[in-house]
């Protein structure tokens, strides 16, 4: 078989360049390029955008839109990263481990990956409120602490321009107080809940990681800990990327306290299910850059040309 041709339209951003790490190391896939000084070329991209087998569009969101306008090639297969489409009937969302859609994943031309976050909720919640036991109306509110990689180039230059002072303050700030984050259409468009949770994220002073977690009660729920433990396991078994941990397992604690980075450099991403009594805490880890942005994309190009989806990627 001939190697897939793959361009990365915004190649030079966080996504597009740990997106362009993988496919460098990819044994099926040759990158096409284009030098950095041209890299908003419109004539040069609509060439580049036409003639790759898969384009990957890491921009925002409205450079996305027109990067699609741009593609006339019925046979091109996109994979955008932006939040441009995520919730348009018409592309696929690019979680291949929720039930039903690795199928529509594997003929579909246009792929909306998902948000770092929404990676997390999703896959936590996605399966329970299926399995009846989250009911769809749950009044639901989302945590989730990341590494400041998450905001791209232009966080990550604040960031690090900070003095020890600003650190300091930075160390751990909720953002998104507006209680209007730009991915609450995705969490409830895939979820299936009837209202969008209340999601206020932290941003650490750490450049990569991430936890994202949702409290239940079981009195508001239909089911246990264990049946949610039991469900999770049933969905994910056999799914490389996917590890769930034991109800209640503290092994991956250090002196009480869960690292956010655990995941870091890799497509992984962990489940935790943790109670007491009445009480419930589910808990996904991951990479921001990885499962949540870049390694999902090229997991998303497996499944799409029929690889084997752990290809390029590390578990
Ligand atoms: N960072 C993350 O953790 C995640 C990001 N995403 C999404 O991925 C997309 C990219 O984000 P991220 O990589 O963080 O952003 P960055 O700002 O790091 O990178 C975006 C890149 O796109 C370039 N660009 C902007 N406009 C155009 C254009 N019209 N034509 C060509 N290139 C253009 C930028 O160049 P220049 O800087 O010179 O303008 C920059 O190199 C966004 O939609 C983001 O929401 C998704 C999941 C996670
Ligand atoms: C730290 C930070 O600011 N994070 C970004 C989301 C990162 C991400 O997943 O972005 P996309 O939706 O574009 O995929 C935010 O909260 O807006």
Same mark, same amino acid.
């Given at each position: 078989?001939?190697?897939i041709?793959?361009?990365i339209?915004?190649?030079y951003?966080?996504?597009?360049?740990?997106?362009?790490?993988?496919l460098?190391? %990819?044994?099926?896939?040759?990158i096409?390029?284009?030098?950095e000084?041209?890299k908003k070329d419109?004539?040069?991209?609509?060439?580049?955008?036409?003639?790759a087998d898969?384009?990957?569009?890491?921009?925002?969101?409205?450079?996305?839109?027109e990067?699609?306008r741009?593609?006339? +090639?019925?046979e091109?297969?996109?994979?955008?990263?932006?939040?441009?489409?995520?919730?348009d009937p018409?592309?696929?969302?690019?979680?291949?481990?929720?039930p039903?859609?690795?199928?529509?994943?594997?003929?579909?031309?246009?792929?909306?990956?998902?948000?770092?976050?929404p990676?997390? &909720?999703?896959?936590?919640?996605?399966?329970?409120?299926?399995?009846?036991?989250?009911?769809?109306?749950?009044?639901m509110t989302v945590?989730?602490?990341?590494?400041?990689?998450?905001?791209?180039?232009? &966080?990550?230059?604040?960031?690090?321009?900070?003095?020890?002072?600003?650190?300091?303050?930075a160390?751990?700030?909720?953002?998104?107080?507006?209680? +209007?984050?730009?991915?609450?259409?995705?969490?409830t468009?895939?979820?299936?809940?009837? %209202?969008?949770?209340?999601?206020?994220?932290?941003?650490? %002073?750490?450049?990569?990681?991430?936890?994202?977690?949702i409290a239940?009660?079981?009195?508001?729920i %239909?089911g246990?800990?264990?049946?949610?433990?039991t469900?999770?396991?049933?969905?994910?078994?056999?799914?490389?990327?996917v590890t769930?941990?034991?109800? +209640?397992?503290?092994?991956?604690?250090?002196?009480?306290?869960?690292?956010?980075?655990?995941?870091n450099g890799?497509?992984?991403?962990?489940l935790?299910v943790f109670?007491?009594?009445?009480?419930?805490?589910?808990?996904?880890?991951?990479?921001?850059?990885?499962?949540?942005?870049?390694g999902a994309?090229?997991?998303n190009?497996?499944?799409?040309?029929?690889?084997?989806?752990?290809?390029?990627l590390?578990?």
């Open positions: 078989m001939s190697k041709t793959a361009y339209d915004g190649q951003g966080t996504t597009g360049l740990q997106i362009h790490q993988r460098a190391d %990819h044994p099926d896939v040759d096409l390029s284009i030098p000084a041209q419109p004539a040069l991209r609509r060439e580049f955008l036409n003639k898969v384009v990957f569009l890491c921009l925002p969101d409205d450079a996305s839109r990067a699609v741009l593609i006339d +090639n019925p091109t297969v996109i994979i955008d990263a932006s939040t441009a489409f995520r919730v018409k592309w696929v969302y690019g979680v291949p481990e929720l039903g859609y690795r199928s529509r994943l594997q003929t579909s031309n246009r792929i909306a990956n998902p948000g770092c976050y990676t997390g &909720m999703t896959m936590l919640v996605a399966p329970l409120v299926k399995a009846g036991i989250v009911p769809k109306d749950y009044a945590q989730a602490i990341t590494g400041y990689s998450g905001g791209g180039k232009a &966080m990550i230059a604040d960031y690090q321009a900070m003095d020890d002072s600003q650190r300091q303050r160390a751990a700030r909720f953002k998104n107080l507006d209680l +209007n984050h730009k991915h609450l259409p995705e969490m468009n895939v979820t299936g809940l009837s %209202h969008a949770p209340v999601f206020v994220p932290t941003v650490a %002073h750490v450049e990569q990681g991430m936890l994202v977690s239940l009660h079981e009195h508001a %239909h246990s800990a264990e049946q949610i433990h469900t999770l396991a049933e969905t994910y078994t056999g799914e490389p990327f769930l941990f034991p109800l +209640n397992d503290e092994s991956q604690l250090d002196e009480g306290f869960l690292d956010p980075t655990a995941c890799t497509n992984r991403i962990e935790f109670s007491s009594e009445d009480r419930v805490y589910l808990v996904a880890r991951l990479d921001n850059l990885g499962k949540g942005a870049s994309a090229v997991q190009m497996n499944c799409r040309f029929g690889l084997t989806e752990t290809t390029g590390t578990q």
